[in-house]
């Protein structure tokens, strides 16, 4: 028996390092390729590195302005988050009591975690043309902030939906408004689950570039991404800034992701131990 118990956990363990083997060596790859000349890239990608040089980066960092494209992108992703928590957290307190219309609230937040974003690019492109939002950090983040919403208020009405409804009827009976209850009550107690709601959305809109290549083709309101871009163009590759320019854009999301890695897992798994 302990044997038959025992094969499954390995299997399991076995699997999982597998999976992280595949999701680590490409980015080891990366990292090693971004501090390697573009002409050792191009003869031989997978060798073992002849030369290491911080040239890449100091190039990235002189030649491009990537600490404007940096603020760009801190700037898009702060509107976009604070935009999308805000609702977010109306959206979901409000879910939290029974009115005409719940269900088919529900169903249509729900539906909108399914619907392709690509298949608004038209329309969108549209909109913020017509409030001449276009080349603006607010066009994109406004973008940014309607794509995210269906998961932001999902992540925060599902752990807000684990709170006991005594915290509500508590308020009440004290005299509390409703406005005053979220405020006071309901927020204090429903961080972890905005927290989570916040990781996602950082890293949605921070890896972003479709809509953000789409909506801006000016150098003031370029984010990091569309600068990555910019390396690999149809006459001219050079995959080592590339390179260097994906590593300098990771890092944050690596380093915010593994700060709040305990606010996330409690923020997911809130819904799942209801009751």
């Not at 030369?51 to 940096?70: E, I, K, Q, R």
């Not at 009405?157 to 409804?165: A, D, F, H, Q, V």
């Not at 909506?215 to 390396?231: C, K, W």
Request: charged share 10%.
């Amino acid at each position: 028996m302990t044997h038959a118990r025992r094969l499954p956990k390995a299997l399991t363990y076995a699997f999982l390092y597998l999976v992280l083997l595949v999701m680590i060596v490409p980015f080891l790859w990366l990292i090693l390729s971004s501090f390697r000349p573009n002409a050792e890239l191009f003869s031989d990608p997978f060798a073992i590195p002849r030369s290491l040089s911080l040239d890449n980066y100091s190039a990235v960092l002189s030649s491009h302005p990537m600490f404007l494209y940096l603020f760009n992108t801190v700037a898009v992703t702060a509107l976009a988050t604070a935009l999308d928590v805000t609702v977010g957290v109306m959206a979901g307190y409000g879910l939290m009591h029974h009115f005409r219309g719940k269900g088919a609230t529900s169903f249509l937040l729900t539906l909108g975690l399914f619907i392709p974003t690509n298949a608004f690019l038209v329309p969108y492109y549209i909109m913020v043309n017509g409030v001449d939002l276009y080349d603006s950090l607010w066009g994109i983040a406004l973008i940014y902030a309607g794509i995210n919403l269906p998961i932001t208020v999902m992540v925060v009405r599902g752990y807000m939906s684990t709170l006991p409804s005594e915290l509500m009827e508590s308020a009440h009976i004290d005299g509390a408004t409703s406005v005053q209850t979220m405020i006071r009550i309901i927020l204090p107690v429903s961080i972890p689950g905005i927290v989570t709601s916040c990781v996602f959305v950082v890293i949605q809109c921070w890896n972003e570039l479709l809509f953000a290549n789409i909506l801006n083709q000016n150098d003031v309101s370029r984010t990091l991404q569309v600068a990555i871009r910019s390396f690999l163009t149809t006459f001219e590759a050079n995959y080592a800034y590339a390179f260097a320019a994906m590593v300098l854009a990771i890092l944050p999301t690596i380093l915010i992701y593994s700060l709040l890695t305990n606010q996330i897992i409690s923020g997911m798994t809130a819904g799942a131990i209801k009751g």
